[in-house]
Structure formats: structure tokens, C-alpha cells
Nanobody, 122 residues
Framework: QVQLVESGGGLVQAGGSLRLSCAAS????????MGWHRQAPGKQRELVAL???????NYADSVKGRFTISGDNAKNTVYLQMNSLKPEDTAVYYC????????????????WGRGTQVTVSS
């Protein structure tokens, strides 16, 4: 009952920037956290960045200092600003929404976006 629509993926040169957007609709009142995950070929899907309804944020060590997650409650939209992109950032990026978090703060994902391809050339 929650729909997530992503935009902003594409091809960018190493060192460049890109901003991903995820617009949520439906029963969004139940959402406690939203995040961005990525999956590269042959690798496990990993959590990249997380933002809670209280606007607390967390990042994977590999992107810390380069990526910024933010939200616009009026637009029901979450953004991922990606700077200083590296070829190893190449992956399909997925928006996700969670109604619950574990005690450790890990989201229990209830809804996934379709994914958007980010390719960083060297």
C-alpha cells in the first residue's frame, strides 16, 4: 500500500555528482524510516544510507562523507546526494521504506522501489 518511485539515475564520470529522488505515496503515515540500498553485479545488496522519521541519518562506511540522505516531508520525498563518485559506486540503487527498525537501527523493509541504475565511468 506504499508506492516508491525513483528517479535520477544515469551515467556520470568519476568525481562527478548525482542526486537520486524517491517519491512515496499511499499509506505513508505508517513509514518510520526510508533508505537507499545498492546492489552491484555479483555482490549482496547493501544498505547505503538511512533516514528515520525523526531525521536521524546513518551511512555505510564506504560512502560516508560523500553521500547525503535527506527528506522533504511536504513532498513525501527522500533524496540521496552523491558526490565524488567512484567506479565502485556503480550499482542498481533501490529506495526502500520500513515500518519497523530493529533495536540496532536496521530497517525491516516492507516496500521496495523498482531500482535505478547508477554507472560511474573511470
Amino acid at each position: 500500500q506504499v508506492q516508491l518511485v525513483e528517479s535520477g539515475g544515469g551515467l556520470v564520470q568519476a568525481g562527478g555528482s548525482l542526486r537520486l529522488s524517491c517519491a512515496a505515496s499511499g499509506s505513508i503515515f505508517s513509514i518510520k524510516a526510508m533508505g537507499w540500498h545498492r546492489q552491484a553485479p555479483g555482490k549482496q545488496r547493501e544498505l547505503v544510507a538511512l533516514i528515520t522519521s525523526g531525521s536521524n541519518t546513518n551511512y555505510a562506511d564506504s560512502v560516508k562523507g560523500r553521500f547525503t540522505i535527506s527528506g522533504d516531508n511536504a513532498k513525501n520525498t527522500v533524496y540521496l546526494q552523491m558526490n565524488s563518485l567512484k567506479p565502485e559506486d556503480t550499482a542498481v540503487y533501490y529506495c526502500a521504506a520500513a515500518k519497523r527498525l530493529t533495536v540496532a537501527g536496521t530497517p525491516i523493509v516492507d516496500y521496495w522501489g523498482r531500482g535505478t541504475q547508477v554507472t560511474v565511468s573511470s
